[in-house]
C-alpha cells in the first residue's frame, strides 16, 4: 500500500477543515531522514502542527516505527490532513487491520488522494468486489496515479477489457517499471501475428519500453532487451543487458550471458555464469553445463548435470542423457530416455527414438515416432521417413516427406526431390530444387546441377580465325564447386574441361585428385594425358589401376602397351580381361587383339 505525504485536507467529511489555501501534493514523498529535521518535527508537531505530524508519522511508518508513526498519524488526520488518513490506513493494514484501513482510505480517497484511491481499489479487488475495485482505482488512474493506473490495467486485463492497454500505457508513461515490461510483452506477442512491417514497428516499440523498465531496474525486462540486442548482433550491448539482469538474480539472464561469453571462446567464463544460474533451478545452463563436461570427455559430470536439467523440469536433459548412453554404448538406457523426452513432446528425441529402433530392425516401431517428430516440425524426422518409404518402393509417399523437408531447408532432402524431377522429366522443377541442395553445400547436387545445364548448353562459340574461343559458364563453376569438395566425377569432369582447353597441368591436378579418391575414370583419363605426354610406364601404373576397378578400355590399353613390348601373354591377359569389362566396342577390338597375340603366341 502507498504511504503518502502530500499536504491536504479532506473535503466532504464534516470532521475535517479546509485549508486556507492549496499546497503541492507530495503523493510520493522522499525519505528526509535527517536527524535535525526529525527532531524539528517532533517539536512543531506537539506543538499541534498536523503538517508537521503527518510528515513525521510517513517517517516513521517507513521506517517500520509502526508505534510511533500511529498517534500522530492519528492526531493529523484528526486535524484534516489526506495524507494522514491514507498513511493511517497503511499503517492499520500492517497490522492486520484491513477493514479499519479501508475506512481511513475511503476518506482519503473521497478527499482526492490518488493514493489511498488506490489503496482501497486493491483491497476491494483482494476481497472479490470487481465493480469497486474498478470504481476506486479508476478515480486515482484519472488523478494521473501511476500505481492506480497499472492495478486499473491489470484488473481490466484480467478481464479481457480493450481498454486494459490504455492504462497499461499510462503506467508506464509514468514512470511504473512493471507496467513498461508488460507493455513490451504484448507488443512482443502483437509482432507475432503482424505483417512485417507492422511487426517491426511492434518490435521496435517495445525495445523503448524494455529499455525504460531495465533502466529502473526490471531484471526480466533486461533479459528481453538483451535477447532482442543479440539477434540484431549487438553483442556487446546484450552482454551489458544480460550481466544486469543475471545480477539482480536473473538465472535465464546469467545463461544467456553464458552462451554469448562461450561463443566468444571464454568457455570458463560461460562455465561460471552457466554453473550459477543452474544452481538458481535453470534447465538450460545445466544441460549447457553438461554439454561442456561431455565435450571434455567427463561423462559421469555431464551425466549428473543432465539430470539437474531433468529435474528442473527441461526435457532436454532426458534427450541428453539419451545422446549420452548412446554414444557410450548403452543402447538400452539411450532407449528410456529417448522415450522419456518423447513422450514428453520433445521432437528430436523422437526422432532419435525411431533411428535407434531402425537400428534394431524395428521399422514397425520406428515408423510412429519418426511421423510424430516430422508432425512436431522435426526436419531430419521428415527427411527419415522419406528414407523409409523409398527403402519400401513407396516412392509416392517418400517423395511427400522429401519435398517437407526441402521446404524447410533441408539439403540432402532438396537433393532427392532434384533426383525424382529429374526421372519425370520435370527440369525446371529438378533445377530448383537441385540449386536449393547445391546452395546449401551438396557436392552431388552441385554436380547434378552442372550436368543438367551442360547438357543445354550451346555449342562453343568459334573465333573469327578459326580457334575455339573458352568462356567459363555456370555449369563449368558448379563442377568445380563439387570438385572442390572432393565430388570425384565432378573432377573427372573438371579435368575433361581444363584439357580442352589446353590447360594440361589443371587437367592432370584434378584427374590425379579424382584417381587417388579412387575413380577408375579419373584414373584411365590421367594415363591418356600421361601417355600424350610421353610417359607412357607411369600412364601403364594409372590404367593399372582404373582396369583393376573394372575399365575395360583401361584394360584394352595395357593389353596394347605390353603387346608393343612383345610381352605377349601378359598382353593377352589384359585383352582377356577387356573382352570381359566391355562395354560392346571394347570387346570386339579386345577380341580381336586377343585373337591376334594368340595366334602370334601358337605361331
Known sequence: MDVMGDKATLFESGRFVTPSGEEPSRDEMTDMGDATEEVRLGLAAQSGDAEAASVLGAILLRRGDLDGAEPHLRAATAAG???????????????????????????????????????????????????????????????????????????????????????????????????????????????????????????????????????????????????????????????????????????????????????????ESAAVWWLRAAQEGDGNAANALGALHAERGETQTAERWY????????????????????????????????????????????????????????TTGAEPWFSKAAEAGSVDAAFNLGILYAGRGEETMALRWYERAAAAGHTEAALQVGIARLREGEEQQAERHLRCAAGGGSAEAAYRLATLLDARRPPEPAHELGEIVHEKTECEEWYERAATQGHRRAQVRVGMLAAARGDVVEAARWYRAAAEAGSRNGAFNLGLLLAREGSEPEAAVWWTRAADAGHGRAALRLALVYARRGELAEGQRWADRAVELGPAEVSERAGRLRDALREELSA
Request: aromatic letters at 8%.
Open 81 to 267: 490532513d489526506r495524507a494522514a488518513a491514507n498513511n493511517l490506513g497503511v499503517l492499520l493494514h500492517q497490522r492486520g487491520y484491513p477493514e479499519e484501513a479501508a475506512g481511513w482510505w475511503r476518506i482519503a480517497a473521497v478527499a482526492g488522494s490518488a493514493a489511498a484511491g488506490h489503496a482501497l481499489g486493491r483491497y476491494h479487488r483482494e476481497r472479490g468486489d470487481e465493480p469497486a475495485a474498478e470504481y476506486w482505482l479508476r478515480q486515482s488512474a484519472e488523478q494521473g496515479h501511476a500505481l492506480g493506473a497499472y492495478a486499473l490495467a491489470d484488473l481490466l486485463e484480467h478481464r479481457g477489457d480493450v481498454g486494459a492497454e490504455h492504462w497499461m500505457r499510462a503506467a508506464a508513461e509514468r514512470g511504473h517499471r512493471e507496467a513498461a515490461y508488460r507493455l513490451a510483452r504484448g507488443l512482443d506477442r502483437t509482432a507475432g501475428r503482424e505483417e512485417e512491417g507492422a511487426a517491426d514497428n511492434a518490435v521496435a516499440e517495445a525495445e523503448q519500453w524494455y529499455r525504460q523498465a531495465a533502466a529502473r531496474g526490471h531484471r526480466r525486462a533486461a533479459l528481453h532487451l538483451g535477447a532482442i540486442l543479440e539477434r540484431r548482433g549487438e553483442l556487446k550491448e546484450a552482454g551489458r543487458w544480460y550481466l544486469t539482469s543475471a545480477k539482480d538474480g536473473e538465472p535465464r539472464a546469467a545463461c544467456a550471458l553464458g552462451f554469448l561469453l562461450r561463443d566468444a571462446g571464454d568457455t
Open 307 to 362: 539430470r539437474a536439467a531433468l529435474d528442473a523440469g527441461d526435457d532436454n536433459g532426458a534427450y541428453n542423457l539419451g545422446l549420452l548412453c548412446a554414444e557410450q554404448g548403452r543402447t538400452a538406457q539411450a532407449e528410456q530416455w529417448y522415450r522419456r523426452a518423447a513422450y514428453a513432446g520433445h521432437r528430436e528425441a523422437a526422432n532419435a527414438l525411431a533411428i535407434l529402433l531402425l537400428q534394431g530392425s524395428d
